[in-house]
Structures are given as structure tokens and as C-alpha cells.
T-cell receptor
Framework: NAGVMQNPRHLVRRRGQEARLRCSPMKGHSHVYWYRQLPEEGLKFMVYLQKENIIDESGMPKERFSAEFPKEGPSILRIQQVVRGDSAAYFCASSRGTGTKNIQYFGAGTRLSVL | GDSVTQMEGPVTLSEEAFLTINCTYTATGYPSLFWYVQYPGEGLQLLLKATKADDKGSNKGFEATYRKETTSFHLEKGSVQVSDSAVYFC??????????????FGQGTILTVHP
């Protein structure tokens, strides 16, 4: 039973480059959530997606950030023109459904460093 | 909006000591409550959960009881081990209103257990 898979584990980008973070949910899970963890802080919600749909993006910065969860393939969190303040750990979680089925399981995260 | 407040850390204990990490929350409706644990360099692992008032979640010797009257979900363990050293996060899930399925996290409590 593979858990939530995220890659890469570590990503280094220079300012102005693009960062693409991938997340494959657990088998049987169709709900994906992205969270960001800044140094010395807790996790902050970014976006919630189901297959091909964005359900809640209230935590996403208005510019440079986007997310998708296509019908086939992993969910992608994309950060364009990265800045140093984007350096953080980005975690993906997945769940089987909503309500009582919304038990979220987390991946190991992608640690983004912007030089 | 929803919020979670954890006791400030870090917490340092000797092996076999009793552990309490306080967690209180503010939320409308009837949220589900969770404790997650994060070991160094890893993602979050679900430790235990409770979905309604007076429920007790338990796992690996850890326990927490959902107290609606005091809006609390304190984490306890009778005898900690060195291997329990990690960061502990309290979180709530409020599926009502516009919260959909996102988890709201506390700031995390660093626990260090010495032999």
C-alpha cells in the first residue's frame, strides 16, 4: 500500500525560475490538499482539489501560484518566478472523500530552496 | 475563522516521564480533531483522531479526549520514550461553511525526550 508520494524531495531554484512539485495520492483517494510549512511555523492550507477541479483555493497566493489535478497523473503545484520567500516545505495530503471519509494522509514533502 | 492554539514549546522530558501537550480550538459547528506527529525531515503522520464530543482517540500509548465544554483536545502519554522526540501538531477539520475539507493546524510543539 503505497502512501502519498511527493517528488522531488528537495528542489533548489534560483530567483525567477519555475518550480513544479508533484503529488500522487494514495490508491483510492480522489481528494488532494496542498499545505505550506514555513520555517518554525505550522502548516498553512493552500488549495484543495478533486480530479480536474479546484474546490477551494482560498489559501493560495493570488499571483505566481497554481495547482492542478488532471484526470490522469499526479497533482501539480506550480510556482512561477520564484522568490526567496517561497522557500518552504510543501506538503501534499490525500483523502478518500469528505465528511467522515476526510482523513488526510500526508506525503513526505518537497523542500524548496530558492537561492 | 477556525483556529487552533497549542502550548508553547519546546518541551523537554526525561524518559518515562508523563507528557501533556495542551491544545484548544475555536470553531463553529462540530469539527473533527486530530493530532499529527512529524519526525525530523519527514512528513506528518496521523497519530490519533476524534470526531465528536467525548470521543477519546488513542494510538501508541498516546491519548486525547475531545472536550467540547472546554474546546480542548490535550495530548497525553503516561511514559515517554526517546523515540517520541518529534514535533506534534494539533489540527481541526471543519467541514461546515466555507471550510470544506481543509485542516487548520496549531503552531506545533517540539518534544525532546532525554535518556
Amino acid at each position: 500500500n503505497a502512501g502519498v508520494m511527493q517528488n522531488p524531495r528537495h528542489l533548489v531554484r534560483r530567483r525567477g525560475q519555475e518550480a513544479r512539485l508533484r503529488c500522487s495520492p494514495m490508491k483510492g483517494h480522489s481528494h488532494v490538499y496542498w499545505y505550506r510549512q514555513l520555517p518554525e511555523e505550522g502548516l498553512k492550507f493552500m488549495v484543495y482539489l478533486q480530479k480536474e477541479n479546484i474546490i477551494d483555493e482560498s489559501g493560495m497566493p493570488k499571483e505566481r501560484f497554481s495547482a492542478e489535478f488532471p484526470k490522469e497523473g499526479p497533482s501539480i503545484l506550480r510556482i512561477q518566478q520564484v522568490v526567496r520567500g517561497d522557500s518552504a516545505a510543501y506538503f501534499c495530503a490525500s483523502s478518500r472523500g469528505t465528511g467522515t471519509k476526510n482523513i488526510q494522509y500526508f506525503g513526505a514533502g518537497t523542500r524548496l530552496s530558492v537561492l | 475563522g477556525d483556529s487552533v492554539t497549542q502550548m508553547e514549546g519546546p518541551v523537554t522530558l526525561s524518559e518515562e516521564a508523563f507528557l501533556t501537550i495542551n491544545c484548544t480550538y475555536t470553531a463553529t459547528g462540530y469539527p473533527s480533531l486530530f493530532w499529527y506527529v512529524q519526525y525530523p525531515g519527514e512528513g506528518l503522520q496521523l497519530l490519533l483522531k476524534a470526531t465528536k464530543a467525548d470521543d477519546k482517540g488513542s494510538n501508541k500509548g498516546f491519548e486525547a479526549t475531545y472536550r467540547k465544554e472546554t474546546t480542548s483536545f490535550h495530548l497525553e502519554k503516561g511514559s515517554v520514550q526517546v523515540s517520541d522526540s518529534a514535533v506534534y501538531f494539533c489540527a481541526l477539520l471543519n467541514a461546515g461553511g466555507t471550510s470544506y475539507g481543509k485542516l487548520t493546524f496549531g503552531q506545533g510543539t517540539i518534544l525532546t525526550v532525554h535518556p
